[in-house]
């Protein structure tokens, strides 16, 4: 009898064994198969969206009809741009006169067949508890408050905000300032260049390169003035301070100037809008400036002068400072340019869901004004 007993719980253990394997088998190979679900929805997705750079455009619009249209009902998606700016960048500014001012800066930019916009807006800093998150940069010009607003102004940084300060620097006992920008004090003089061109490292010099300068009637380099005119198809220029002329420029066209320091500097004209306007995109890497900065000073330099003992620009993690400056279309690309390169890493589309998340990445190219690569993350999972 005992003999018996033992085989029926044998018999019985067994079974429990192979339902629990069962049940183990069938959970594995149900995740399995989803995730093999998702990866292969993801690439299809991606797929469609390479198929054309107008897709792409959509979504630099933010605009994800498309994406939805594709996308399966019962997946749920987030989705990251990594490299390229949102086609309209919403700039915080902290008072009527220097919005006022920043708008006359931030003049829209035709760049790799698109768009790029700037909104800005005006928010009392002083009024509210944080820096809205809304904003994808927020500018200072000529401010002084820094100490008030310190801890407002890191908060809004460690949320991955950006802050651009344009100022002389206020002096060199201003530890708040110093401490936001990394800044200290420093002695020297000279013309005043980017560092080393990468554009992965040093992408202010990618977007200055790239977006280069729009105008119209006139057009400040180097801080001396150029009268425009146009002809049916070509731009005529003029030096109101010497007569100096480059008469018949074509779009596509190469030209030189005399930069500040005697050397021929070399401009292409990108493009023109006959009659209104036309793009100026400076060639080369090594492209001069004239030494603007108004206070001795230094940090994790942008743009200084050979011995990179003073600084006109500096980065400190995602605060920017740049020297106030006098009218010239140079340091109005700069500004651009430093929004731009703060600001293109952002989230297109947020994901929540309590599910476990595929992500799926792609990369697009644009041309021809600048190298755009851009990372598309797509974060999958399923709605139930």
């Known amino acids: 009898m005992k003999g ?5 719980e044998i018999a019985i253990a067994t079974i429990l064994v192979a339902v629990v394997l069962a049940a183990l ?5 149900k995740e399995s198969w989803e995730v093999s679900d ?3 929805i993801g690439n299809n997705m991606m797929n469609y969206i390479s198929r054309d750079d107008s897709y792409f455009l959509n979504i630099l619009n933010e605009n994800l009809d498309m994406i939805n249209k594709i996308k399966p009902a019962h997946i749920k998606y987030g989705l990251e741009v990594l490299g390229s700016p949102k086609s309209l960048i919403l700039v915080g500014c902290v008072n009527p006169i220097s919005c006022n001012y920043t708008t006359t800066l931030l003049d829209p930019i035709y760049i790799n067949n698109r768009w790029i916009n700037f909104s800005i807006e005006n928010f009392n800093i002083n009024m509210l508890s944080q820096i809205p998150y809304i904003y994808d940069a927020v500018i200072f010009v000529g401010y002084i408050n820094y100490t008030l607003n310190k801890q407002k102004i890191n908060d809004y940084l460690n949320r991955g905000g950006a802050v651009i300060g344009i100022n002389a620097t206020i002096n060199n006992n201003d530890q708040d300032f110093n401490d936001i920008f990394n800044l200290t004090h420093s002695m020297g003089s000279g013309n005043l260049y980017f560092g080393p061109y990468d554009i992965y490292q040093n992408k202010v010099l990618k977007y200055f390169l790239g977006f280069g300068f729009t105008a119209d009637t006139e057009w400040y380099i180097w801080e001396d003035e150029w009268r425009v005119s146009y002809g049916s198809n070509y731009a005529n220029l003029t030096k109101v301070s010497d007569g100096t ?3 018949f420029l074509n ?3 190469t030209f030189d100037l005399v930069g500040p320091d005697s050397n021929n500097y070399y401009f292409k004209i990108r493009k023109i809008w006959p009659g209104q306007k036309v793009d100026f995109q400076p060639l080369g890497t090594g492209f001069i400036f004239k030494d603007f900065s108004e206070n001795n000073c230094r940090g994790n330099n942008i743009l200084s002068n050979s011995l990179g003992t003073v600084a006109g620009m500096t980065i400190n993690n ?3 400072w740049i020297s106030d400056f006098p009218k010239s279309d140079e340091y109005e690309t700069l500004v651009k340019a430093a929004i731009a390169a703060s600001t293109d890493d952002w989230i297109a589309r947020n994901i929540e869901t309590t599910r476990e998340l595929i992500k799926i990445s792609s990369f697009v190219s644009l041309c021809c004004d600048m190298p755009e690569v851009t990372e598309l993350v797509l974060s999958l999972s399923y709605i139930l």
């Open 318 to 320: 995602s605060a920017i």
């Open 25 to 29: 088998f069938s959970v594995r190979t």
């Open 251 to 253: 779009e596509g066209e």
């Open 4 to 8: 018996f007993i033992h085989l029926v």
């Open 38 to 40: 998702i990866i292969a």
């Open 245 to 247: 002329e480059r008469n």
